[in-house]
C-alpha cells in the first residue's frame, strides 16, 4: 500500500495566512517520506500543537492533521480570558505559550487601539523572573500558534477529515482507522488519503479518532451512584447561578400549556435527582467584542431570526431581571472575551446533545444552527423594542471586530465543544480526584479550576414555570494531579493510542480539568509518552512511568502540589 501526505502545509509566522506547498520534495529534512511519521496527530487543538511541538523537540517526525481547519482550537477561536484556577499549576509549552503571550503585548506597538498602560485585567499580567500573561486577542493567539508551527517545521494537513465510515453498523470501528489487533497501523482521510504512524494522538475534541479505533468511551452524565458521587447526574439544587428569575412562563401563550411550549424547553425534563442522562453541557461561542468604533461591526439580524427563540429572554427580563447576559472580559486593544451569563445568555441549552456522534454534516448544521442563535440573540439585545432600555444602550455600543475572523465578518467558526465524548479507560478521573479525596499516583499534568457545568436543559416546574438545570460550580479546593492512566486507553482496546483532551473523566470531573492550559499540558505529556514508547518498543500503557516523569520534570512540566 502506498502511503501519501498530498495537500501537506507548512505555516509561517511572518504571514496571517497558509500557504500550500504544493512542490514539496519527497522527503522534507527530517521527516520520512510517503505519509509515514513516528507520530500522527488526529486534532489541530491547542493540545495537538504542543503534543506536535513536544514530538519535534524530540527528534520525531510527525504530522498534524487537522479535521477542522482551524489551528489552535479555542485558544484561538475567541477564548482569551483563560480559564484556570492557580495559574501556577501549569508547565512546559503551555506556560511557554502564555510566555509569549506576555512577550508580545510587551511591545507597545502591538497596541493599536489602546494605549499598553491604560489595559486593566485583574491577574492578566504576571511579571518577574517569567513573565506571563493570560489574557489575548484572537489573533494573537493564532500567530503565536504559527510561530511554535513554523520553528518546528511541522507539516500540517488541513481539512484532514477522518473517514467515519462504520465498518459494519454493529461494529465500533471504522473504515478510516486501520487496525492490527490493538495496534493502529494507520488511518484514512475521507478523500483517500493514508498516513501511518508508530503511535497515534487524538488532540480533537470531539474523540473521533479514539471512538473509530474502538477504543470505549461514553457521552453524557453519569449517574452519582456509578462513582460514588454527588455532583454527577441531574442537578436541579445545585442549578442556582445562571437561572431564570421567578415565574416565568414557558408556555407559547402565557398561561396556556395546551399553546405549546417555547423553543428549547425540554418537555422530559427534568429527570430524577442525580441520575445519568445523554445530555452534555451548553455550547456556545465565545465571542471577540469591541466597542473601538472605527474596529466595530454592529449587531445583525440573521436572515432566519425566529421571535420565539427570544421570548424566553424577553421574559426574563419582564419579570424582574436588571443583570447583564453577559460576561465582558476585558482583552488587549479594547476588545473582550464575552462568555454565558444569567438565565438566558450564548449558550445554546439543550441543542447540542447529537453532536459528539453527529456526522460531519450534522455538526455543520447543528454549528449553524449556535451561530444563527447568538447572532440573533445580539441583534434582541441591542435593538429589540421590548428589550429593557438600559440593555440596548449598552450592548448597542459593542459588535463584532474588523480585525477578527474577517471570513466570518468578526464570527469564528470554532465553537465551544465544553464537552462531547469522554473515554473510559482503566483509569477515570472523577469528583473524588477533584476534591482530593484520591490522589493519582501517576501525574502528567495539573488541574486547577472549579468543577464547573454548564446548564443542561430547560425544564417546566412543577409550578409550570421554566427552570434551568445543570449548572455545577464547586471549587475550594487545590490543584490535582491528573493520572496517565487517564490519557490512555485500555491496552486490549489499543495499545499505542493517547487521549489528551477527550480523556477519562466523569462528567464533573472532566468539567474541572477541561481547560485550555491544561489540554495543552495533556498534549506535551502525550507526546513525550509517545517518544519513550517509541523508543522502547513498547506499549503506550508499558511506557516506564518514573522515566516518564523525569522528562516531565525536566521539561518543566508540574506534576504535584504541596503548597496550601
Known amino acids: 500500500m502506498a502511503f501519501i501526505r498530498r495537500s501537506s502545509l507548512w505555516l509561517a509566522l511572518a ?4 500557504w500550500l506547498a504544493s512542490s514539496l520534495p519527497a522527503q522534507t529534512p527530517g521527516q520520512p517520506p510517503q505519509g509515514e511519521y513516528d507520530i500522527v496527530i488526529y486534532g489541530a487543538t491547542s493540545a495537538g500543537i504542543m503534543a506536535a511541538v513536544q514530538a519535534r523537540r524530540m527528534g520525531h517526525s510527525v504530522i498534524v492533521l487537522d479535521p477542522d481547519d482551524w489551528i489552535g482550537g479555542l485558544t484561538t477561536g475567541g477564548l482569551g480570558q483563560t480559564d484556570i484556577g492557580n495559574k501556577a499549576a501549569i508547565g512546559g509549552l503551555s506556560r511557554e505559550f502564555y510566555q509569549r503571550v506576555a512577550a508580545y503585548y510587551d511591545d507597545a506597538g502591538h497596541w493599536k487601539w489602546q494605549p499598553r498602560e491604560s489595559y486593566k485585567a485583574g491577574g492578566a499580567h504576571q511579571r518577574g523572573k517569567e513573565s506571563t500573561m493570560w489574557t489575548f486577542e484572537p489573533s494573537v493567539a493564532m ?3 504559527l510561530s511554535f508551527i513554523s520553528e518546528n517545521q511541522i ?6 477529515r477522518l473517514d467515519r465510515t462504520p465498518v459494519t453498523p454493529q461494529h465500533p470501528e471504522v473504515r478510516g482507522v486501520r487496525k492490527d489487533g490493538a495496534r493502529i497501523i494507520s488511518v484514512q482521510l475521507e478523500n483517500g488519503d493514508r498516513y501511518q504512524g508508530q503511535v497515534f494522538i487524538d488532540a480533537t475534541y470531539e474523540g473521533d479518532l479514539m ?3 474502538g477504543v470505549s468511551y461514553t457521552c453524557g452524565r453519569e449517574a452519582n451512584a456509578r462513582y460514588q458521587e454527588t455532583l454527577n447526574g441531574v442537578q436541579t439544587k445545585q442549578a442556582i447561578h445562571h437561572q431564570f428569575v421567578p415565574q416565568v412562563d414557558p408556555y407559547v401563550t402565557p398561561g396556556k400549556p395546551k399553546s405549546g411550549l417555547l423553543p428549547g424547553i425540554d418537555p422530559n425534563g427534568p429527570g430524577e435527582e442525580g441520575a445519568g442522562d445523554r445530555r452534555i453541557q451548553a455550547y456556545c461561542f465565545r465571542m471577540c467584542l469591541t466597542d473601538q468604533p472605527e474596529n466595530r461591526i454592529p449587531f445583525e439580524k440573521p436572515d432566519d431570526y ?6 424566553l429572554l424577553l421574559r426574563n427580563y419582564e419579570a424582574g431581571e436588571k443583570g447583564f447576559c453577559w460576561i465582558n472580559s476585558a482583552m488587549p486593544n479594547r476588545k473582550t472575551d464575552t462568555n454565558n451569563r444569567l438565565g438566558f445568555s450564548t449558550d445554546f441549552i439543550g441543542q447540542n446533545y447529537d453532536y459528539p456522534e453527529a456526522s460531519y454534516a450534522e455538526r455543520k448544521q447543528i454549528i449553524q444552527r449556535h451561530l444563527s442563535y447568538q447572532k440573533g440573540l445580539m441583534w434582541t439585545l441591542a435593538y429589540h423594542p421590548r428589550m429593557a432600555e438600559h440593555i440596548r444602550k449598552e450592548v448597542s455600543r459593542w459588535g463584532m471586530c474588523r480585525d477578527e475572523f474577517q471570513t466570518g465578518s468578526g464570527w469564528q467558526s470554532q465553537l465551544y465543544i465544553r464537552e462531547a465524548r469522554r473515554m473510559v479507560s482503566d483509569y477515570v478521573m472523577t469528583q473524588h480526584n477533584c476534591q482530593g479525596h484520591v490522589v493519582a499516583d501517576r501525574p502528567v499534568g495539573l488541574a486547577a479550576y472549579t468543577m464547573d457545568s454548564h446548564h443542561v436543559q430547560r425544564y417546566v416546574t412543577p409550578e409550570g414555570f421554566v427552570r434551568n ?4 460550580q464547586v471549587g475550594g479546593f487545590s490543584p490535582y494531579p491528573i493520572d496517565y492512566r487517564a490519557i490512555v486507553p485500555k491496552q486490549a482496546e489499543c495499545d499505542n493510542l493517547l487521549v489528551p483532551v477527550c480523556l477519562s473523566a466523569s462528567h464533573i470531573a472532566f468539567g474541572s480539568i477541561r481547560m485550555e492550559p491544561v ?3 495533556l498534549g506535551q505529556s502525550s507526546a513525550t509518552a509517545a517518544s519513550l514508547a517509541i523508543k522502547s518498543h513498547a506499549a503506550v500503557q ?3 512511568y518514573p522515566e516518564l516523569k523525569t522528562k516531565l520534570l525536566e521539561d518543566q512540566q508540574v506534576l504535584d502540589w504541596k503548597r496550601k
Open 542 to 544: 508499558e511506557v516506564s
Open 155 to 160: 507539516a500540517v494537513v488541513r481539512g484532514a
Open 143 to 145: 500567530q503565536l500558534m
Open 519 to 521: 489540554f495543552m499540558v
Open 211 to 213: 471512538a473509530g479505533a
Open 15 to 18: 504571514v496571517p495566512v497558509l
Open 306 to 311: 425566529n421571535p420565539l427563540n427570544y421570548e
Open 469 to 472: 438545570e445543570g449548572d455545577v
